[in-house]
């Protein structure tokens, strides 16, 4: 990949980077054996990571009142309403 990217040929390559041509060319052979085996792995759906979230408990005297986190507000409001 470096050799590719450089636009340098393979000789110019060695020669500037002080290898025998027999030595890249085994390294590339290695890279290649060893890249087949390799899948690449492609996102198909991006998923935001959510964190549970807590149900809502009121605590009133001696009673205990759990809402889902998804209760509305207006909701909420009419029942602390009512109770106080």
Do not use: M, W
Not at 12 to 36: M, P, V
Not at 63 to 78: D, E, F, I, N
């Amino acid at each position: 990949e470096e050799q590719q990217a450089s636009d340098l040929t393979i000789t110019d390559y060695c020669q500037q980077n002080a290898l025998s041509k027999t030595t890249f060319y085994a390294a590339r052979s290695k890279l290649n054996a060893s890249s087949e085996s390799f899948v690449r792995a492609k996102v198909t759906k991006h998923v935001d990571a959510i964190e549970p979230q807590q149900p809502i408990i009121l605590s009133i005297s001696k009673v205990k009142v759990s809402l889902p986190p998804t209760t509305s507000a207006s909701y909420l409001g009419q029942l602390l309403r009512e109770l106080a």
